[in-house]
């Protein structure tokens, strides 16, 4: 398997697509230099200014089934070097995809198609908003495997569901269905598997029409405010809305308002 298949990326419009792309063995992720392939994404999208939205999903029947057990069990590749190595190989092929996709300044729509397990969980979970396909999976599975959440799910995932519900993920290893997923929150809804990405699209189609970097900034405000306290959000919230108030976007959007007209937003 390669590192430069392992994302498809289109644009389309003002809404990019990612699609993991191991179909064949339901999306494994971890392999050397899949961290430089989100990376990369990352950067494209963030440096696309016409990029409003991006919707992720899997090629195939799996969203993403996580990390590569064949490897693990017969400890080939980077699972058969040393523990420094192996360190190393963490932090730039599985820690760099969460932290690309973390770092991502446009929302994402994770339209997951099917099982999302183990890493490929917390890459769905990085993204702004989860829709789930009727007949998807979810399971934080490690400990099952004897492993711990190496990946930093055990900051994101507490964060997305709570802490209870994430424990209980983590201490059994059960996997549950997409109505499950809906009712604790780590999806916001489920459709028809073939409805999917319709849906999606009809979402991000909603997203894009907001002025562009006002949503950058929206998203950017919301994820400071996981961690940073009241008022570093309260000042930082001043400053930003001090730079939209001056755009050509806000200006547009209040005339829009009172002309009772769809506002054109061009990212001024």
Not at 38 to 62: H, L, W
Not at 157 to 172: D, E, M, V
Not at 222 to 246: H, K, P, T
Request: with cysteine.
């Amino acid at each position: 398997m390669s590192s430069t298949d392992l994302l498809l990326f289109e644009k389309r419009g003002h809404i990019a697509y990612l699609t993991l792309n191991r179909p064949d063995k339901r999306n494994p992720l971890g392999l050397s230099g899949d961290g430089e392939a989100f990376a990369q994404a990352a950067r494209t999208i963030n440096d696309d200014f016409d990029i409003r939205c991006v919707i992720m999903t899997g090629a195939g029947s799996a969203f993403s089934a996580g990390g590569d057990l064949k490897a693990m069990r017969d400890r080939t590749g980077e699972f058969g070097c040393d523990a420094l190595r192996l360190r190393d190989h963490y932090r730039e092929s599985i820690h760099r995809i969460i932290k690309s996709m973390w770092s991502i300044e446009v929302p994402m729509i994770a339209a997951i198609n099917g099982p999302a397990i183990g890493l490929g969980g917390d890459v769905a979970t990085t993204c702004d908003i989860r829709l789930s396909a009727a007949s998807a999976k979810f399971g934080a599975t490690f400990l099952k495997i004897g492993l711990i959440p190496g990946d930093g799910g055990a900051w994101l995932l507490p964060r997305a569901i709570g802490w209870s519900r994430a424990a209980q993920l983590y201490f059994t290893g059960d996997v549950v269905d997409a109505q499950t997923a809906r009712e604790w929150g780590l999806v916001s809804e489920v459709y028809p598997d073939d409805q999917l990405m319709t849906e999606a699209e009809k979402l991000a189609g909603r997203i894009i029409q907001q002025p562009p970097q006002a949503l950058r900034m929206t998203k950017r405000l919301m994820r400071e405010g996981q961690g940073a306290s009241f008022d570093n959000i309260m000042e930082m919230s001043a400053a930003m809305q001090v730079l939209v108030q001056r755009t050509d976007d806000h200006l547009e959007a209040v005339n829009a308002f009172f002309e009772k007209r769809q506002p054109e937003f061009k990212g001024k």
